[in-house]
């Protein structure tokens, strides 16, 4: 391996990968059987942080940074003017266990911008992974792309040696797709989906017969969907998401915030903000769907199209639903339990356990750890102490905001300047 | 009655011992300390406890009965907190146990269980950084070696993470502050001392002992960090909170 070509192309082929944000090295339950390197049991682990705040758990690169495809939204588009390089399969494989040798990683992620055909590339992003398994007797996470349009036959392949496989969808609506990306057709994204969905749910009936069948792609699938580029509100985006997780069985659904590189005039001029807030209530709205037991239409709906910027998803629908306030702590159910303001599935977690001990009040809830700012308006304890005023949803928003700091003040400031 | 001080070797068999010892003389003030942590306990009476297996074991069966495992395995971590005082909330949280009738391990209601709860977490938290931020630097003698100062005793607590993991490779994994650390053979994880030369600086990598492609695999690595890094999304804060400072000046992409 030469060491100042690699170094560049490393440059070159990492910066190009740095917008997909999946980053998760967990559910794979690959153990370490055969005396090989790495184990990919337990809990994903981000071995650093970027100053970007991002989690650094994969090596994460592109093959080839060629492309023959013009997607508006992607720097490595064929008609942007940047540097282009790809790298050998030896090349990759020996930085991935080099690197997780030194417990930088957690294993690859390897993407690639689509030279000659789709099936070209798929191929060479197996042949990683195959020599990886087989020759390295490497048992660390992998994590391919799928790449739109590739045949059956390779998608099969694929999953028997990674971990997890994912195509983005980037662009949530049909008409953005065609806008952003004229080269690209809807259903070659879906097809290497589907055959991926369909061979998990296969390989999964017949490890129950016989106990030796391989693998499949154990940490399952996951997408990403750019957010900001092509004037989608929330209400598209949170429905496609909860199309792709009911219909493709997704793990994950990644939101990725746009940052401009572009001067193309469909797209956010170059220096337009990164909407970093939205894309956290976006993801503070995933976790609700799959975590606390909320659905995609209780949260957003053809009344309620955007997400609040200025208050969290869960505190947004409790005040359009006062009706179902208070909940008495000591009583009620897990489901409601998660449904109040402040009160996330960890303190959920503990108050079902304690209260079987005595009736909960006021302090003991502090020190489980609720945000007692949020929940103090919306649940009743073992105390004479509560909010008895019947307040409206917009005093108790002006209450709760009054007393709250968040961290994206600076970001706010301007609109709430607006309507105080 | 006048308060007791119970003195024990630092080990977790001691402080088991300790326990014992409260029980079998229906001690009702009695405190628990390390002998190598400096304490004044003006008015009390001290009384040195010897470790003994036997005694421990006892103490540890007889909690795994009034306890669940997730429970007993808190106690275990916020011993190895090494925090002041953690001794005496043990010591409360495991009377709790032993004094009632039900099972009241998980009485979050209850101050002595919150508490060994949140420490077991924070030492919990520390194992996980550690498993993320060993940074593994290859000797001419061909062992992958890091140091490691972490704020609670975890090198017992991700042995076991290491072994399975870096199963084809030996490794030691040594931590400066208690200057103590783990060795594997590729059979074996063995714990051992170590001598340093002098001056040795552990931030960096000396030629002298370390291989010449670890310089190479440093400089890809930090040159990956970098290019991986989106400036337009800068977050410092959030960067912080996740690696706090501490620890920067044993992970080789911080290093300047």
């Given at each position: 391996m030469?060491?100042?070509?690699?170094?560049?192309?490393?440059?070159?082929?990492?910066d190009?990968?740095?917008?997909?944000?999946?980053?998760?090295?967990?559910?794979?339950?690959?153990?370490?059987?055969?005396?090989?390197?790495?184990?990919?049991?337990?809990?994903?682990?981000?071995?650093?942080?970027?100053?970007?705040?991002?989690?650094?758990?994969?090596?994460?690169?592109l093959?080839?940074?060629h492309?023959?495809?013009?997607?508006?939204?992607?720097?490595?588009?064929?008609?942007n003017?940047?540097?282009?390089?790809?790298?050998?399969?030896?090349?990759v494989?020996?930085?991935?266990?080099?690197?997780y040798?030194?417990?930088?990683?957690?294993?690859?992620?390897?993407?690639?911008?689509?030279?000659?055909?789709?099936?070209?590339?798929?191929?060479?992003?197996v042949?990683?992974?195959?020599?990886?398994?087989?020759?390295?007797?490497?048992?660390?996470?992998?994590?391919?792309?799928?790449?739109?349009?590739?045949?059956?036959?390779?998608?099969?392949?694929?999953?028997?040696?990674?971990?997890?496989?994912?195509?983005?969808i980037?662009?949530?609506?049909?008409?953005?797709?065609?806008?952003?990306?004229?080269?690209?057709?809807?259903?070659?994204?879906?097809?290497?989906?589907n055959?991926?969905?369909?061979?998990?749910?296969?390989?999964?009936?017949?490890?129950?017969?016989?106990?030796?069948?391989?693998?499949?792609?154990?940490?399952?699938?996951?997408?990403?969907?750019?957010?900001?580029?092509?004037?989608?509100?929330?209400?598209?985006?949170?429905?496609?998401?909860?199309?792709?997780?009911?219909?493709y069985?997704?793990?994950?659904?990644?939101?990725?915030?746009?940052?401009?590189?572009?001067?193309?005039?469909?797209?956010?001029?170059?220096?337009?903000?990164?909407?970093?807030?939205r894309?956290?209530?976006?993801?503070?709205?995933d976790?609700?769907?799959?975590f606390?037991?909320?659905?995609?239409?209780?949260?957003?709906?053809?009344?309620?199209?955007?997400?609040?910027?200025?208050?969290?998803?869960?505190?947004s629908?409790?005040?359009?639903?006062?009706?179902?306030?208070?909940?008495?702590?000591?009583?009620?159910?897990?489901?409601?339990?998660?449904?109040?303001?402040?009160?996330?599935?960890?303190?959920?977690?503990?108050?079902?356990?304690?209260r079987?001990?005595?009736?909960?009040?006021?302090?003991?809830?502090?020190?489980?750890?609720i945000?007692?700012?949020?929940?103090?308006?919306?649940?009743?304890?073992?105390?004479?102490?509560?909010?008895?005023r019947d307040?409206?949803?917009e005093?108790?928003?002006?209450?709760?905001?009054?007393?709250?700091?968040?961290?994206?003040?600076?970001?706010?400031?301007p609109?709430?300047?607006?309507?105080? | 009655?006048q308060?007791?001080?119970?003195?024990?070797?630092?080990?977790?068999?001691?402080?088991?011992?300790?326990?014992?010892?409260?029980?079998?003389?229906k001690?009702?003030?009695?405190?628990?300390?390390?002998?190598?942590?400096q304490?004044?306990?003006?008015?009390?009476?001290?009384?040195k406890?010897t470790?003994?297996?036997?005694?421990?074991?006892?103490?540890?069966?007889?909690?795994?009965?009034?306890?669940?495992?997730?429970?007993?395995?808190?106690?275990?971590?916020a011993?190895?907190?090494?925090?002041?005082?953690?001794?005496?909330?043990?010591?409360?949280?495991?009377t709790?146990?032993?004094?009632?009738?039900?099972k009241?391990?998980?009485?979050?209601?209850?101050?002595?269980v919150?508490?060994?709860?949140?420490?077991?977490?924070n030492?919990?938290?520390?194992?996980?950084?550690?498993?993320?931020?060993?940074?593994?630097?290859?000797?001419?003698?061909?062992?992958?070696f890091?140091?490691i100062?972490?704020?609670?005793?975890?090198?017992?607590?991700?042995s076991?993470?290491?072994?399975?993991?870096?199963?084809?490779?030996?490794?030691v994994?040594?931590?400066?502050?208690?200057?103590?650390g783990?060795y594997y053979?590729l059979?074996?994880?063995?714990?051992?001392?170590?001598?340093?030369?002098?001056?040795?600086?552990?931030?960096?990598?000396d030629?002298?002992?370390?291989?010449?492609?670890?310089?190479?695999?440093?400089?890809?690595?930090?040159?990956?960090?970098?290019?991986?890094?989106?400036?337009e999304?800068?977050?410092?804060?959030?960067?912080?909170?996740?690696?706090?400072?501490?620890?920067?000046?044993?992970?080789?992409?911080?290093?300047p």
């Open positions: 030469s060491f100042t070509r690699t170094l560049e192309k490393l440059k070159i082929l990492a190009a990968a740095k917008y997909d944000v999946s980053c998760s090295s967990s559910g794979s339950k690959r153990t370490n059987t055969n005396k090989g390197l790495g184990d990919a049991t337990g809990m994903g682990i981000c071995h650093s942080y970027t100053e970007d705040g991002r989690c650094v758990s994969l090596l994460k690169i093959l080839t940074n492309c023959i495809f013009d997607c508006a939204y992607c720097v490595t588009r064929k008609s003017d940047v540097k282009r390089a790809a790298f050998k399969v030896q090349e494989v020996d930085l991935t266990i080099n690197f040798r030194r417990n930088y990683i957690e294993g690859l992620f390897l993407s690639s911008g689509i030279f000659k055909s789709a099936d070209y590339t798929m191929e060479r992003l042949a990683v992974a195959k020599k990886l398994r087989l020759e390295e007797n490497f048992n660390g996470y992998i994590h391919l792309k799928s790449i739109p349009g590739a045949s059956d036959e390779l998608m099969r392949e694929a999953g028997l040696y990674a971990d997890r496989l994912s195509v983005n980037e662009i949530p609506t049909k008409s953005g797709l065609k806008l952003l990306a004229p080269d690209k057709n809807f259903d070659d994204f879906i097809k290497p989906m055959k991926v969905k369909n061979e998990i749910i296969q390989y999964k009936t017949e490890k129950k017969i016989i106990k030796s069948t391989p693998k499949y792609a154990p940490a399952g699938q996951s997408t990403q969907m750019i957010v900001g580029a092509s004037g989608e509100n929330d209400f598209q985006i949170l429905k496609t998401a909860e199309h792709y997780y009911k219909n069985n997704l793990k994950r659904v990644y939101y990725s915030g746009y940052v401009p590189i572009s001067l193309d005039n469909r797209l956010p001029k170059i220096g337009t903000e990164v909407p970093m807030l894309e956290n209530r976006l993801y503070q709205s976790w609700l769907t799959r606390y037991g909320f659905q995609t239409n209780e949260i957003v709906n053809l009344n309620h199209q955007n997400l609040d910027l200025d208050i969290d998803p869960k505190l629908w409790a005040l359009r639903n006062l009706h179902e306030f208070p909940v008495d702590v000591n009583t009620a159910d897990k489901r409601m339990l998660a449904r109040i303001p402040g009160v996330g599935m960890k303190s959920v977690a503990k108050i079902l356990m304690a079987k001990y005595r009736r909960l009040n006021w302090d003991h809830l502090k020190k489980i750890g945000a007692f700012n949020r929940a103090q308006y919306f649940l009743v304890c073992d105390s004479n102490i509560f909010e008895r307040l409206t949803a005093k108790l928003k002006a209450k709760i905001l009054k007393n709250s700091k968040s961290k994206y003040d600076k970001m706010l400031s609109q709430l300047n607006l309507f105080s | 009655m308060e007791k001080t119970l003195i024990y070797d630092g080990s977790f068999d001691g402080f088991l011992c300790c326990v014992f010892y409260v029980f079998e003389y001690l009702k003030n009695a405190k628990i300390q390390n002998e190598f942590v304490q004044n306990a003006l008015f009390s009476e001290n009384e406890i470790a003994n297996k036997e005694k421990a074991d006892r103490v540890w069966k007889g909690l795994k009965t009034k306890a669940s495992t997730i429970s007993t395995t808190k106690i275990y971590y011993f190895l907190s090494e925090q002041a005082g953690v001794e005496n909330i043990l010591l409360d949280y495991i709790y146990i032993f004094k009632s009738n039900k009241v391990d998980t009485d979050f209601t209850n101050d002595s919150l508490k060994t709860s949140k420490i077991a977490k030492v919990s938290r520390e194992k996980h950084r550690m498993e993320a931020f060993v940074r593994f630097k290859l000797t001419k003698d061909a062992i992958y890091a140091n100062e972490p704020d609670f005793n975890v090198l017992p607590l991700i076991k993470h290491f072994k399975s993991r870096y199963a084809d490779q030996k490794w994994i040594y931590d400066i502050k208690r200057n103590y783990l053979d059979e074996e994880v063995t714990i051992m001392q170590m001598e340093f030369p002098k001056n040795f600086d552990f931030s960096k990598t030629k002298n002992f370390f291989s010449e492609e670890e310089f190479e695999f440093q400089t890809l690595w930090q040159n990956y960090f970098k290019s991986t890094n989106i400036t999304r800068k977050n410092m804060k959030l960067h912080i909170q996740h690696v706090p400072k501490r620890y920067w000046k044993y992970l080789s992409e911080k290093q």
